[in-house]
């Protein structure tokens, strides 16, 4: 199957807020109560409620300038996702369409991901069972993995009323990402394509107008070595020291029952030299 | 979430049989139809088709009817005894008739063959009709730049099929299209497809809860119905037969409640 991605042009967007709203629609996601920020932005980062959040930036450029810079930011659903790196239960994977979801059954609320995100975009909600314990749960954007599935485009891409963001096929998208940033240049001299390399790209691919580190992302976004280091050495080399542990257990086992039974008949042998 | 009721082994079928269409079309020359088209033709309501000439190669009419029987019963081995029958009763006359009553969508000659020839009443219908559909998509191309203005009531301006299938494409425009002869036009958004009914206070829109990009629209004067499906929405562009056959459940819905997909003026004239 082929690769999707949502590219963004913050340049194209103008703020409405729309795409928060069809999140919350689409997912059934509870309002939550904000305080004033300062600025027309409503969450300071997402929430397990909020899984987009309308950036509202004032920035000095190079001239001098104000420039009001908006952003939607929402998971960037890494290829080489740190968040699933992490997770104990085996609960966040990847999906055909490249979208990192979170198994909500298997999830036991550990907070290992919300720790690693180098984009700090999961949280983690708590809930009370009917015995009145708490448990918590990891919830972020699914890139609405249940309407790729149907073959509909995520809901804030549907929604966005001046193109800022697409949905479509990731080589498709990234050429449109560059020509993009080759046409806006004269405009905004610092323009890129934020699709780090740090993290084996993302199914979320931004043409930012000014350097990453002015809407609050990393330059560079790694997985963390920890994690590298927890899943792809640690992790495997333990699996297998546990079935070798097992399999000696296994033999140890078998000739014990094998020499046990030969150090019964000496025994009984022995008995009889005693006699 | 679930977007169709059409079951996947059915829409895989369809999916097959669009695709024979296809391929059959491409066998056809350009000069298979010809347009002929009248001045007041389309302003009249008047289908094009009743003033186009096909040139029908009916060993070929008749090789695809047997290749979409060999679909079939690939598909369900119980057709093949009832499809064998079919063959046996076909010559250069049957076909030509066949043709010519699948173009004005003649059930009752189709139903009564049927019954002469002990044949299933779906069957005769069911495979002129598919045949027909490439000469009818090679006639719409044909007529496309043709279909400027559009009489209310007429159905499909080519085909005359009704008009009960519509799409929101860029731009919220409403794109009204004939999944017979896959021929398109513009309507404004608040208008009934039927009987030309713009006034908003009697067009309705019936919506169904988790279906994200379908709607009804229902016509209070005309009792009529056109399905409109926002497919902005769609990752890739679909075919609107396809589209037509996965939103079966908006055609029961909008009968069930007491609407149609021809309107009761087109009923009346």
Redesign the interface.
Same mark, same amino acid.
């Not at chain 1, 249940?146 to 485009?153: I, N």
């Not at chain 2, 902005?232 to 890739?236: H, K, P, S, Y």
């Given at each position: 199957m082929a690769e999707?991605v949502k590219y963004i042009d913050v340049t194209k967007c103008d703020g409405c807020r729309a795409c928060m709203v069809a999140c919350k629609n689409?997912n059934d996601l509870p309002a939550e109560h904000t305080d004033f920020l300062g600025s027309v932005q409503s969450h300071t980062k997402t929430t397990a409620d909020t899984w987009n959040v309308l950036q509202y930036i004032e920035h000095e450029n190079s001239k001098g300038g104000l420039e009001y810079l908006f952003r939607h930011s929402s998971c960037f659903h890494c290829t080489d996702a740190a968040c699933q790196k992490v997770c104990p239960e085996s609960a966040i994977s990847y999906t055909d369409f490249g979208s990192v979801v979170i198994d909500q059954d298997k999830c036991v609320g550990c907070g290992y991901c919300v720790q690693n995100c180098p984009f700090e975009v999961i949280s983690l909600k708590e809930y009370k069972d009917k015995n009145g314990e708490t448990y918590r749960k990891s919830h972020k954007c699914t890139m609405c993995t249940?309407?790729?599935?149907? @073959?509909?485009?995520p809901a804030c891409v549907?929604t966005c009323h001046t193109g800022a963001m697409e949905? @479509?096929k990731k080589d498709e998208m990234i050429r449109k990402a560059e020509k993009r940033v080759s046409e806006i240049r004269g405009r905004f001299p610092n323009t890129m394509v934020y699709n780090p390399p740090g993290v084996g790209g993302t199914h979320t691919v931004y043409v930012l107008a000014e350097r990453p580190s002015v809407y609050g992302l990393p330059e560079n976004p790694k997985v963390p070595t920890s994690a590298v280091v927890w899943k792809d050495y640690a992790q495997p080399i333990g699996k297998m020291m546990l079935g070798a542990t097992t399999m000696a257990v296994v033999a140890g086992f078998v000739s014990n029952k094998l020499f046990n039974k030969g150090g019964h008949g000496h025994g009984e042998e022995g008995g009889e030299d005693y006699e | 979430?679930?977007?169709s009721v059409v079951s996947k082994e059915y829409q895989e079928l369809n999916k097959e049989i669009f695709a024979l269409q296809e391929g059959w079309k491409s066998m056809l020359a350009p000069e298979a139809v010809q347009v002929k088209i009248e001045s007041n033709t389309i302003v009249l309501g008047i289908p094009m088709v009743s003033f186009m000439s096909f040139d029908l190669n009916i060993p070929l009419y008749l090789q695809w009817i047997e290749e979409l029987q060999t679909l079939l019963v690939k598909n369900q081995e119980n057709l093949a005894g009832k499809m064998g029958s079919v063959n046996e009763v076909m010559n250069e006359e049957i076909t030509l008739r066949w043709f010519e009553e699948a173009i004005s969508v003649n059930q009752p000659y189709f139903a009564s063959f049927a019954s002469e020839n002990g044949i299933d009443e779906w069957i005769p219908q069911f495979l002129a009709e598919t045949a027909l559909r490439p000469y009818l998509q090679l006639a719409a191309e044909k007529a496309q730049p043709y279909i400027t203005a559009k009489k209310a009531g007429s159905g499909c301006p080519v085909c005359g099929e009704p008009a009960r299938f519509a799409q929101l494409e860029e731009e919220g425009k409403k794109v009204v299209h004939c999944p017979r002869c896959l021929a398109h036009w513009n309507e404004k958004r608040l208008t009934c497809s039927h009987c030309g009914n713009e006034n908003h206070e009697t067009i309705n829109f019936i919506t169904i809860e988790g279906d994200?990009?379908g709607q009804i629209q229902v016509c209070d004067e005309c009792h009529g119905y056109t399905k409109v499906i926002d497919s902005?929405?769609?990752?890739?562009k679909?075919s609107p037969a396809l589209l037509d056959l996965n939103t079966l459940h908006l055609d029961f819905v909008a009968q069930e409640n007491e609407y149609s997909p021809v309107g009761e003026k087109k009923l009346a004239n």
């Open positions: 999707f689409w249940d309407r790729l599935e149907e @073959g509909l485009q549907t949905f @479509g | 979430m679930k977007m994200a990009t902005r929405q769609f990752i890739a679909q």
